[in-house]
């Protein structure tokens, strides 16, 4: 048997979400199984490979509504044969070597994490060229078009609302399955605030805010951090600033009043969240669901219009987090989140628990060797 895991280094979620799902199927033992990781930027020319993250990142980084409008404009009921005909045929012609490696390897499962490779797939079975069964993992709490294909066989998504989501665009309920996006086991591990707090070397009573935004330290962490260290009430900061080594330096050597440890690329990220009372960050969906497994509520800042923006709303509504555009509001609001013995932050934190779904990569590899294999 073998199970292809197909994910798009357009961004760090996607190959994070494979990564956990391989560990997930490998560590099952599966006799005779053969579980495949790739990148399908992998399986196109070098120029498209660099071109289609490069572009992505320039439009979110500087020009993020206009992202936002050609997200919305795909999205567009009307719109969506003439943009789907048209993706068909570009994606079809980028992805021919991709295509070649799936038809030689004719893997039973193939199981996609970014629309690229799920919409070559999904045609590939409309055509009766690929047998096996597509199963597509939608990576955020919200659902674009991009990601519903007809030769689609099954979906795993993150939440309810997901689910409805998929519904309400004309994806039949039974091939639907609530598991969460898959993150890394060590999220699921639980450790006491206070060791965790010990162990990175900050105080083990104060209230703690990490503050990060993404893997590439963009966004106005310089702002947030100067305003946390203007409030009154007491409380220190773990700060992430990524590969961004300039903002590192930076912030390691401000005259801040407040307690701060600054730190760059991380990969204990299981262990900040785990020492933290809230977070501060942007809202790709999986930092919003490796936030929920370790119970953080969270603050989201200036979203990015289009996937983004999304999860933020569904945050909001299941009232563990809220989103602020304005960062200067950001002091007003932790007030009121610490006001009345923290009331509204410990309700927050006890939300999380109605959608944090931290055995997703367990729940996926079950359900897919478990149910959908043995109906083959």
Request: net charge positive; aromatic share 8%; proline share 4%.
């Amino acid at each position: 048997m073998k199970i292809l895991i197909i994910h798009a280094s357009a961004g760090a979620g996607h190959r994070k979400a494979a990564e956990a799902l391989s560990h997930s199927f490998t560590s099952r033992n599966i006799p005779n199984a053969e579980i495949l990781k790739i990148d399908a930027l992998d399986y196109t020319n070098p120029f498209f490979k660099k071109a289609y993250p490069a572009v992505y990142m320039f439009l979110v980084r500087y020009v993020p509504l206009v992202w936002g409008i050609f997200f919305d404009l795909l999205n567009f009921p009307p719109l969506i044969p003439v943009f789907g005909f048209m993706r068909r045929l570009f994606n079809g012609l980028q992805g021919r070597p991709l295509i070649k490696y799936i038809l030689k390897e004719q893997p039973e499962v193939v199981i996609c994490v970014h629309f690229f490779s799920a919409q070559l797939l999904a045609r590939l079975k409309e055509k009766g060229l690929y047998k096996g069964l597509v199963v597509c993992g939608v990576t955020d709490f919200g659902v674009h078009q991009f990601w519903i294909n007809k030769g689609t066989d099954y979906y795993f998504v993150a939440s309810d609302l997901t689910k409805e989501e998929l519904i309400n665009k004309g994806v039949p309920s039974e091939k639907i399955r609530v598991t969460g996006i898959p993150i890394e086991e060590k999220f699921r591990k639980c450790h006491s605030q206070e060791s965790m707090r010990e162990k990175l070397g900050i105080d083990t009573q104060e209230l703690t805010i990490l503050v990060t935004s993404g893997g590439f330290g963009v966004g106005p962490i310089e702002k947030i951090v100067d305003c946390l260290d203007g409030m009154d009430e007491s409380l220190q900061m773990l700060i992430i600033c990524g590969k961004n080594a300039g903002l590192q330096e930076l912030l390691a050597g401000k005259n801040l009043k407040k307690k701060v440890k600054v730190f760059g690329y991380v990969t204990n990220m299981d262990e900040c969240m785990n020492a933290s009372d809230l977070i501060i960050s942007k809202s790709g969906g999986l930092t919003v669901s490796e936030s929920l497994a370790k119970g953080l509520p969270m603050i989201i800042i200036r979203p990015i219009p289009g996937q983004e923006t999304r999860n933020a709303e569904i945050i909001e509504k299941y009232n563990i987090g809220t989103r602020l555009i304005n960062i200067d509001d950001i002091i007003g609001q932790i007030s009121s989140f610490l006001s009345d013995d923290q009331k509204k932050l410990k309700q927050m934190k006890e939300n999380t628990t109605k959608i944090a779904k931290p055995d997703a990569a367990e729940n996926v590899s079950k359900w897919v060797i478990e149910d959908l294999l043995k109906k083959q």
